[in-house]
């Protein structure tokens, strides 16, 4: 139960930072935050079912999130590279 | 009858030359355009005439339609009728090849011709209804696109949808007339149709109502009262097009459908006498329409009509043979009346109003025998070839009543008139037009000097009785149709008529040669006027129908104006929420992101609370 509340907590970190930092480098930290107390919600839930499904979700979750870091980060540094800024309240080019 | 291949060839070969043309008849250009769609339609005369001395051919392809087959039959009616079709329209074809010379749609020309030939040849040779059907749309089109042929002016492509549209009238009774024998017998073969028709054991009233069909789409199709108005409008196309299409041959089809189908009419007196009554009241209205116009082409065209008034009342009092007969005779006589007319408007430029002509006898030595010959023939006189079809349609009209004989005669005397009215105002008095008349080159005088030859001698395969007792059309034709065993006259009866219809055509072609080389007194101009508005037709029917529909569509079109502009602003009010809504998309991430966690919360709040 005690990790279900420190995921609970960590995804509030997360959520508060995402919301509130303005390098892109930050928000995308905040983000993978998030998705990590969400992975460690995972392993909670699993531990009160004494069910290993949950846990084998969390492997693929910490896979696939190794790709997006590398994806996102790729993507920050050729934004930079660009604009010499990675802020993203000077990023809003895609307005409707 | 004979199973062969040869029989679709015939149809095969001009619609070989209008696809050849059609693709390449820029490239191949004239003269040699003309000469090829001549030749094919030669071929097809050729071939045709084998098989008619063979004794007739029949091929069929049963797999065509489910119940229905492809199938063509060629008798001694439907061998007689390609005669005509691809004799004289041989003959058109290579006068047209003169005619048209110069004209930048030259090969386009021979191209639409050679269509016309092919599906007038399938509109014969058919067998099945829908088969004749084919041909008979065919034929629409084909003098749709030949009326309008000169389409850069708006009154000739106005003249070809008239024609259009007028027929589709005539055109739906033929498809009511097909669903009805459809429903009825299980078979839409003309030559099943014969038999069942003969065995019995079905509704007579429907049987009627079958040929009334039939005889709705006849009327359309062959310019009868009240669909008439549209034959003197298609005159706007190049006059070869009217001496073949609007003279000779598709304007009888109407005639030949009804002769076709002699079976279901013979032993209807209601239906024969309401062809009878439409065949007299066109004959009338034909030659006194003729006789107040002043374009040669509409004299003509009217007098069409009245000819074509004169087979209804042949099929209307049973002689189908003589109906025939008639085509046979008034396809060489008229076609001869229009290519003269043609060489004249030819030699003078394009001039189509009589009142600039006059004196052409002097100008167009060849051309003016031409004509004389046409006008006798077509008003009667003995021994030319209209005399003895007419006198044989008065024999029977005789027979169905001597008051029906004694308007006939009326309208024959009609005829010698506009017959010789034509000829005098072309080709006697001073020349009053300014033009330089020369005489056609000799591709257009050598089919004229056939065809006179036709107008003068083809009325003696149709001797009467009295003179020829078995003449040879009579009972070749009765191997097709069937013999409705007609009492012969009695040999005097039959004398008096046959001197009494010669002396009243002499008479009227005489008074007619006089009186219409004198200035025209009161009474003649008032009905001229008249005549020559075709007695206010056209003024009616747009009154009755035209100017009603007009302003229906007028109504419907601010109907639909209304529903549109109810879509237009439907999709204008979408486009509005649609830049509501874009406006939410500012391109700030946080502002994205705190959506995201704001419908997250909402989310899981309202499934923690449900």
């Known amino acids: ?96 | 009858m004979q199973e062969t291949i040869l029989l679709p060839l015939i149809i095969a070969l001009p619609l070989l030359g209008f696809v050849i043309l059609g693709l390449f008849g820029k490239r191949i250009g004239e003269p040699t355009a003309g000469w090829l769609a001549s030749l094919l339609v030669l071929g097809s005369f050729l071939l045709g005439l084998f098989l008619v001395l063979q004794g007739g051919a029949r091929w069929a392809l049963s797999e065509w339609l489910p119940g229905i087959p492809l199938s063509f039959n060629l008798d001694n009616l439907s061998g007689i009728m390609l005669m005509v079709v691809a004799g004289v329209g041989f003959l058109i074809h290579v006068w047209a090849i003169g005619y048209m010379h110069g004209d930048p749609g030259y090969s386009r020309f021979f191209s639409y011709f050679n269509l016309f030939i092919a599906a007038m040849l399938v509109l014969i040779l058919g067998d099945s209804l829908p088969v004749v059907f084919i041909g008979w749309e065919g034929v629409g089109l084909a003098s749709y696109l030949l009326i309008g042929f000169w389409y850069h002016e708006r009154v000739n492509a106005d003249s070809a949808r008239k024609a259009f549209i007028v027929n589709r009238i005539g055109d739906l009774g033929f498809l009511l007339a097909m669903g009805l024998l459809w429903s009825m017998f299980g078979t839409l073969s003309i030559s099943e149709l014969v038999g069942k028709v003969e065995a019995g054991g079905y509704s007579f009233t429907t049987l009627t109502l079958a040929g009334f069909f039939l005889l709705i789409g006849a009327i359309g199709k062959s310019a009868q009262v009240p669909l008439m108005v549209w034959l003197p409008d298609a005159m706007a196309g190049p006059t070869p097009v009217s001496a073949l299409i609007h003279a000779a041959t598709m304007v009888t089809a109407g005639v030949y459908l009804l002769v076709r189908h002699a079976f279901m009419l013979h032993d209807d007196a209601f239906l024969s006498g309401l062809i009878v009554a439409i065949g007299l009241l066109t004959a009338i209205y034909g030659a006194l329409c003729s006789l107040g116009q002043w374009d040669i082409k509409r004299i003509v065209a009217y007098t069409t009509l009245s000819q074509l008034g004169f087979m209804f009342v042949a099929v209307g009092v049973g002689a189908y043979w003589v109906a025939i007969f008639h085509i046979v005779t008034h396809a060489f006589f008229k076609a001869l009346m229009f290519m003269t007319s043609g060489s004249v408007i030819h030699a003078l430029g394009g001039e189509q109003d009589v009142r600039a002509m006059g004196g052409m006898r002097k100008y167009l030595p060849s051309t003016h025998l031409h004509g004389l010959v046409a006008a006798f023939a077509s008003g009667g006189l003995v021994p030319l070839a209209g005399f003895w079809s007419k006198d044989a349609i008065l024999a029977y009209s005789f027979e169905y009543g001597p008051w029906l004989w004694v308007l006939m005669l009326g309208a024959s005397v009609l005829a010698a008139l506009y017959s010789i009215r034509w000829y005098v105002l072309v080709f006697w008095g001073d020349y009053r037009g300014k033009e330089h008349p020369h005489e056609s080159p000799p591709v257009m005088l050598w089919p004229n000097h056939i065809l006179s030859v036709g107008a003068l001698g083809v009325g003696f395969i149709g001797l009467p009785y009295v003179i020829d007792y078995e003449n040879f059309i009579s009972p070749f034709l009765k191997k097709a149709i069937g013999d409705f065993g007609h009492e012969k006259l009695p040999v005097l009866t039959e004398w008096v008529l046959i001197i009494v219809s010669a002396a009243v055509a002499i008479t009227a072609l005489w008074w007619g040669f006089r009186f219409f080389q004198q200035k025209m007194p009161q009474w003649y101009t008032h009905f001229q006027t008249w005549a020559l508005n075709g007695f206010y037709a056209d003024t009616l029917y747009n009154t009755l129908f035209v100017n009603p529909m007009k302003s229906l569509a007028e109504v419907l079109l601010g109907g639909d104006r209304g529903i549109l502009t109810g879509f237009a602003g439907l999709g204008s009010l979408m486009g509005g929420l649609g830049n509501l809504l874009a406006k939410l998309e500012t391109g700030a991430l946080r502002f994205y992101l705190a959506g995201l966690l704001i419908a997250l919360v909402l989310l899981v709040g309202w499934g923690v609370l449900r």
């Not at chain 1, 004494?50 to 590398?70: M, P, R, T, Y």
């Open chain 1, 1 to 96: 139960m005690i990790w279900l509340v420190a995921s609970a907590l960590l995804f509030s970190i997360g959520a508060y930072g995402a919301l509130t930092r303005r390098t892109a480098i930050l928000v995308f930290l905040s983000i993978e935050l998030m998705l990590n107390a969400a992975a460690l919600s995972l392993i909670s839930f699993s531990k009160l079912t004494g069910s290993l499904d949950a846990q084998v979700v969390v492997l693929f979750i910490i896979a696939i999130a190794a790709a997006e870091v590398a994806v996102g980060l790729g993507l920050i540094v050729a934004i930079f590279r660009r604009r010499e800024t990675t802020s993203v309240d000077e990023l809003r080019q895609l307005r409707g």
